[in-house]
Protein backbone atom coordinates (compact mmCIF):
# COMPACT_ATOMS: atom_id res chain seq x y z
CA UNK A 1 0.00 0.00 0.00
CA UNK A 2 1.58 3.34 -1.06
CA UNK A 3 2.52 5.24 1.65
CA UNK A 4 1.67 9.17 1.91
CA UNK A 5 4.16 12.51 2.91
CA UNK A 6 3.23 15.76 2.95
CA UNK A 7 5.54 18.74 2.61
CA UNK A 8 4.76 22.52 2.12
CA UNK A 9 3.96 23.41 5.01
CA UNK A 10 5.50 26.54 7.26
CA UNK A 11 4.66 30.10 8.33
CA UNK A 12 2.70 32.87 6.45
CA UNK A 13 0.77 36.10 7.14
CA UNK A 14 -2.94 36.28 7.77
CA UNK A 15 -3.68 36.78 3.58
CA UNK A 16 -0.73 34.81 2.54
CA UNK A 17 -0.44 31.69 0.33
CA UNK A 18 0.85 27.91 0.43
CA UNK A 19 1.05 24.93 -1.45
CA UNK A 20 1.28 22.04 0.23
CA UNK A 21 2.21 18.42 -2.02
CA UNK A 22 1.14 14.90 -1.01
CA UNK A 23 3.53 12.24 -2.51
CA UNK A 24 2.72 8.49 -2.55
CA UNK A 25 5.29 5.94 -2.38
CA UNK A 26 3.44 3.95 -5.44
CA UNK A 27 1.27 3.88 -8.02
CA UNK A 28 -1.72 5.43 -6.81
CA UNK A 29 -4.56 3.18 -8.71
CA UNK A 30 -7.57 3.74 -10.55
CA UNK A 31 -10.56 3.80 -8.10
CA UNK A 32 -9.20 6.21 -5.23
CA UNK A 33 -10.01 9.17 -4.06
CA UNK A 34 -7.17 11.88 -2.30
CA UNK A 35 -8.26 14.35 0.61
CA UNK A 36 -6.73 17.10 2.42
CA UNK A 37 -7.93 16.96 6.04
CA UNK A 38 -6.53 19.50 8.89
CA UNK A 39 -6.63 19.57 12.35
CA UNK A 40 -6.23 22.19 15.25
CA UNK A 41 -5.25 21.49 18.78
CA UNK A 42 -8.69 20.61 20.72
CA UNK A 43 -10.53 20.10 17.33
CA UNK A 44 -11.76 17.34 15.51
CA UNK A 45 -9.72 16.58 12.22
CA UNK A 46 -12.03 18.44 9.52
CA UNK A 47 -12.21 18.06 5.87
CA UNK A 48 -10.72 20.82 3.65
CA UNK A 49 -10.50 19.04 -0.21
CA UNK A 50 -11.21 15.86 -2.52
CA UNK A 51 -10.34 14.73 -5.61
CA UNK A 52 -10.97 11.41 -7.17
CA UNK A 53 -7.98 10.48 -9.18
CA UNK A 54 -9.07 8.56 -12.18
CA UNK A 55 -12.09 11.75 -13.02
CA UNK A 56 -10.16 14.74 -11.58
CA UNK A 57 -13.73 15.17 -9.63
CA UNK A 58 -12.70 17.56 -6.53
CA UNK A 59 -15.13 18.56 -3.75
CA UNK A 60 -14.27 21.35 -1.17
CA UNK A 61 -15.09 22.13 2.55
CA UNK A 62 -17.79 25.44 2.51
CA UNK A 63 -14.73 27.17 4.44
CA UNK A 64 -11.81 27.00 1.77
CA UNK A 65 -14.52 27.19 -1.50
CA UNK A 66 -13.23 29.64 -3.77
CA UNK A 67 -9.50 30.49 -1.92
CA UNK A 68 -8.23 26.53 -2.02
CA UNK A 69 -7.85 24.80 -4.83
CA UNK A 70 -6.87 20.89 -5.04
CA UNK A 71 -5.23 19.44 -8.00
CA UNK A 72 -2.87 16.17 -9.15
CA UNK A 73 -0.38 14.76 -11.11
CA UNK A 74 -0.64 11.42 -12.06
CA UNK A 75 2.73 10.79 -13.45
CA UNK A 76 4.17 11.68 -10.47
CA UNK A 77 1.43 10.17 -8.06
CA UNK A 78 1.01 13.48 -6.16
CA UNK A 79 -1.65 15.92 -4.99
CA UNK A 80 -1.46 19.50 -3.98
CA UNK A 81 -3.39 21.91 -2.00
CA UNK A 82 -3.26 25.56 -2.85
CA UNK A 83 -3.94 27.92 -0.12
CA UNK A 84 -4.76 31.50 -0.60
CA UNK A 85 -5.79 34.04 1.57
CA UNK A 86 -4.95 31.95 4.43
CA UNK A 87 -6.58 33.14 8.11
CA UNK A 88 -5.60 32.68 11.00
CA UNK A 89 -7.67 30.48 12.20
CA UNK A 90 -6.64 27.56 9.70
CA UNK A 91 -3.61 27.20 11.48
CA UNK A 92 -3.45 23.31 11.64
CA UNK A 93 -1.51 20.09 10.87
CA UNK A 94 -2.80 19.37 7.69
CA UNK A 95 -2.68 15.67 6.14
CA UNK A 96 -3.49 13.26 3.32
CA UNK A 97 -5.41 10.78 3.24
CA UNK A 98 -6.49 7.69 0.56
CA UNK A 99 -9.76 5.90 0.21
CA UNK A 100 -11.14 3.93 -2.25
CA UNK A 101 -13.92 6.04 -3.76
CA UNK A 102 -16.71 3.14 -2.26
CA UNK A 103 -15.97 3.34 1.09
CA UNK A 104 -15.85 6.37 3.65
CA UNK A 105 -13.09 4.85 5.87
CA UNK A 106 -9.62 6.10 5.07
CA UNK A 107 -6.98 3.29 4.25
CA UNK A 108 -3.91 5.45 4.82
CA UNK A 109 -2.36 8.73 6.14
CA UNK A 110 0.64 11.20 5.90
CA UNK A 111 2.42 12.18 9.07
CA UNK A 112 0.92 15.79 8.50
CA UNK A 113 2.36 18.86 7.74
CA UNK A 114 2.05 22.65 10.27
CA UNK A 115 0.31 25.19 8.39
CA UNK A 116 1.01 28.05 10.84
CA UNK A 117 -1.13 31.46 10.53
CA UNK A 118 -0.31 34.60 12.01
CA UNK A 119 -2.66 37.79 12.15
Known amino acids: QAQLVESGGGSVQAGGSLRLSCAAS????????LSWYRQSPGKEREFVAS????????EYGLSVQGRFTISKNNEKNEMYLEMNSLRAEETAIYYCGRRRHYLTDYGSWGQGTQVTVSS
Open 51 to 58: IAWSSGYT
Open 26 to 33: GRILPGYV
